[in-house]
């Protein structure tokens, strides 16, 4: 089955940094683009970044664009996502995802980042 | 502002049929696959249809999806008390070139 397990959450002040992991198993990763979604508490899912197979392409939302870095490492089964210049609105639930056919197949149980002074 | 819509809410009672619109543009639904994504209270998401209407292994056959021009279906039939939950289309936008989700659609069984 496949297994993916977000670590790295966690509470950080205004203009701070946090990296996310997310340990994949279950798939051949170095196969699989994955992405990262967010979901601020009580609201909806927001799309915050996607990597390629290889890690030669990367896409961001505009909202985290020059400050989140995706990036992944296929020897060891991880995907990371690097927040740098955190701001309150960074608060949500994250998400990291295996993409397959145009969609977001396998989902990780979440990360919680707080942001706040 | 998400720019896929959808309803806010919609309910009904066990064993109708319901069906949840997402409505978007040349740029996105109309250009690309749509999917849909279940979420439970407190739990992830799950995806329920990808590629416009095809269903993972293990989804029931009382979820389906379809598309036309720019908007898109997802519907659920046989409704049941546990399809209670938040469902959310997406797809990939060109113009944004980034993935898009709509603003999701609380279901209820009454």
């Known amino acids: 089955d496949v297994q993916l397990l977000e670590s790295g959450g966690g509470l950080e002040q205004p203009g701070g940094s946090l990296r996310l992991s997310c340990a994949a198993s279950?798939?051949?990763?170095?196969?699989?683009?994955m992405s990262w979604v967010r979901q601020a508490p009580g609201k909806g899912l927001e799309w915050v970044s996607v990597?390629?197979?290889?890690?030669?392409?990367?896409y961001y939302a505009d909202s985290v664009r020059g400050r989140f870095t995706i990036s992944r490492d296929n020897s060891k089964n991880t995907l990371y996502l690097q927040m740098n210049s955190l701001r309150v609105e960074d608060t949500a639930i994250y998400y990291c995802?295996?993409?397959?056919?145009?969609?977001?197949?396998?989902w990780g149980q979440g990360a919680l980042v707080t942001v706040s002074s | 502002q998400s720019v896929l819509t959808q309803p806010p809410s919609i309910s009904a009672a066990p064993g109708q049929k319901v069906t949840i619109s997402c409505s978007g543009t040349?740029?996105?639904?109309?250009?690309?696959?749509v999917s849909w994504y279940q979420q439970l209270p407190g739990t992830a998401p799950k995806l329920l249809i990808y590629e416009n209407n095809k269903r993972p292994s293990g989804i029931p056959d009382r979820f389906s999806g379809s598309k036309s021009g720019t908007s898109a279906t997802l519907g659920i039939t046989g409704l049941q008390t546990g399809d209670e939950a938040d469902y959310y289309c997406g797809t990939w936008d060109n113009s944004l070139t980034g993935y898009v989700f709509g603003v999701g659609t609380k279901v209820t069984v009454l």
């Open positions: 995802s295996q993409r397959d056919s145009h969609a977001e197949q396998n």
């Open positions: 040349s740029s996105n639904v109309g250009s690309g696959f």
């Open positions: 990597i390629s197979a290889g890690g030669d392409k990367t």
């Open positions: 279950g798939f051949t990763f170095s196969s699989s683009a």
